[in-house]
């Protein structure tokens, strides 16, 4: 037989056999995956559980306003400007830092006069500039009011108490949930009959409970003229609530 035929023959077997060895991996996989299929998911049981905890708060947030009316653009922007700048300045010289004071709002409006035609006729205008305060001294709450008030704020908003770090708390509020989901889940599955395993998977979901706001005015010029009294402002407390879903294993 010719060389050169035998060697194509040579290579032909080999590849045949290369073919059918791989066929058989194939199949054998196959076969493997049909009839050893993967385990079925472990039977499980979800549970939830609420823990609650109670801080007190230990910063405050106050928006003071200055409310400005006059003929022009200019007149009202001078104005707002002499006195927002006197209340950042009274906040920097009560100790407030620059960090925890912050513009919140600018608007200029115009304003109408519909009695003397339909459509309405510009007679001045009204300038509003609010800045946001974080006051982490609480037993000086009230003097800031005051000393924003007398530096010429004439809209003073409520003040927002809250847990500057809230984490301790609802660290807190979190063993408790987990607590009781677990107790929850021991009593079902005993009144089921399996045997409580690991925990499979959980979530968390918290929320706060703010206290309500305290004080809220609009001041006149006459009684920013009066000698003021310091305002009473009480911080209360602020409870804190943490929900987590929680997965079991279970066992028969």
Not at 174 to 202: H, P, Q, S, W, Y
Request: net charge negative.
């Amino acid at each position: 037989m010719d060389s050169g035929l035998n060697n194509a023959l040579i290579r032909f077997t080999y590849i045949t056999a290369a073919i059918m060895l791989l066929v058989g991996v194939y199949v054998g996989t196959k076969t493997y995956i049909e009839f050893n299929p993967q385990p079925k998911d472990q039977p499980s049981l979800m549970v939830s559980g609420t823990g609650k905890a109670v801080g007190i708060p230990d910063i405050a947030t106050m928006s003071f306003s200055v409310v400005e009316q006059g003929d022009t653009v200019a007149a009202v922007t001078a104005a707002t400007n002499t006195s927002m700048n006197n209340i950042v300045a009274t906040m920097k010289g009560a100790g407030i830092k620059d960090a925890d004071i912050k513009t919140t709002s600018y608007n200029l409006n115009p304003r109408y006069d519909y009695t003397r035609k339909s459509s309405g006729e510009i007679i001045g205008y009204e300038l509003t500039q609010g800045v946001t305060v974080k006051v982490r001294n609480l037993d000086g709450v009230g003097e800031i009011v005051d000393a924003a008030t007398q530096a010429g704020a004439n809209n003073v908003s409520s003040p927002v108490f809250a847990i500057d770090d809230p984490e301790t708390v609802k660290t807190e509020a979190r063993a408790e949930a987990f607590a009781k989901a677990k107790t929850r889940a021991e009593d079902l599955a005993k009144a089921a009959g399996v045997t409580l395993g690991d925990i499979v998977t959980f979530s968390e979901n918290d929320g706060e409970v703010a206290p309500q706001p305290y004080y809220n005015a609009y001041l006149s010029a006459d009684s920013m003229a009066e000698k003021s009294v310091g305002a009473a402002i009480a911080p209360g407390s602020q409870e804190v609530n943490v929900t987590v879903n929680v997965t079991y294993a279970i066992h028969n």
